[in-house]
């Protein structure tokens, strides 16, 4: 059997499909991970907070989910490091620091604010851009920059370092953003930290780099809260 799989892999690589069939590689990919997600939520049960299945999206319930972790997970006085990664008009970004009033509690916010780096569905290339956010307090720092430039300058100076619990946000929308992000913040990750996905049901997109993540690093987890049919999910490391 061996000899025979080689053999017809080395024959269709021989017939060079992709050069004919190439355009059927992404949709082949997105109904893949659709089935993937699928799989997954029926694998996954939520005990909290979920809405699954809603008819409409509705933005505002993020915050929904966002006070539900901090009541179920008695985050409001706990000092936290929060990151967030994709800041853009910093609304998210806000609410955590508002909510959280903890005086060793850090914020660090994360972007370009000038845009996506590259094509993401329908938003071309540079969509999305904002101003850096005017927040008030001194427990916040935002640093400006692709995630590739940016983070291993910042986590070699130690902020994570701390044994706080940590809150990363997640909203990059791209897979390549939301991977990097994952797999640099990985040595930094403890059991009882929580990661929050806001775009997290795309599937080529932040669900693929969710996988592709605790896959390869065999991280066990607990889904804690989802909604907009898990548009927006919530998950704690190691159940």
């Given at each position: 059997m061996k000899k025979i799989a080689s053999?017809?892999?080395?024959?269709?690589?021989?017939?060079?499909?992709?050069t004919w069939l190439g355009f059927?590689?992404?949709?082949?990919?997105?109904?893949?991970?659709?089935?993937?997600?699928?799989r997954w939520i029926a694998s996954n049960p939520v005990d909290g907070l979920n809405d699954f299945y809603s008819p409409f999206r509705d933005y505002a319930k993020r915050y929904q989910l966002y006070q539900y972790l901090v009541q179920?997970?008695?985050?409001?006085?706990?000092?936290i490091d929060y990151v967030e990664l994709g800041v853009s008009m910093g609304l998210s970004f806000q609410w955590w620091v508002k909510h959280n009033t903890h005086v060793d509690s850090r914020f660090?916010?994360?972007d370009t604010f000038e845009g996506l780096p590259e094509k993401w569905g329908l938003y071309d290339r540079g969509a999305?851009?904002?101003?850096?956010?005017?927040v008030e307090g001194t427990r916040h720092e935002f640093v400006k920059g692709l995630f590739q430039e940016t983070l291993p300058g910042f986590l070699k100076t130690g902020k994570l370092s701390e044994p706080k619990k940590k809150i990363i946000h997640l909203d990059a929308d791209?897979?390549?953003s939301t991977l990097y992000g994952l797999t640099s913040l990985h040595p930094y990750l403890r059991p009882g930290d929580i990661l929050i996905f806001d775009e997290f049901s795309v599937p080529?997109?932040?669900?693929?780099a969710f996988m592709d993540y605790m896959e390869s690093y065999y991280v066990k987890y607990k889904v804690l809260a989802a909604v907009n049919n898990y548009f927006q999910v919530a998950v704690k490391i190691g159940g």
């Open positions: 053999f017809l892999k080395g024959f269709i690589l021989f017939l060079r499909p992709g059927l590689a992404r949709p082949l990919q997105w109904c893949s991970n659709v089935i993937r997600l699928s179920q997970e008695d985050l409001k006085e706990t000092a660090y916010g994360f999305m851009s904002a101003s850096i956010p005017q791209l897979f390549s080529l997109h932040e669900f693929k």
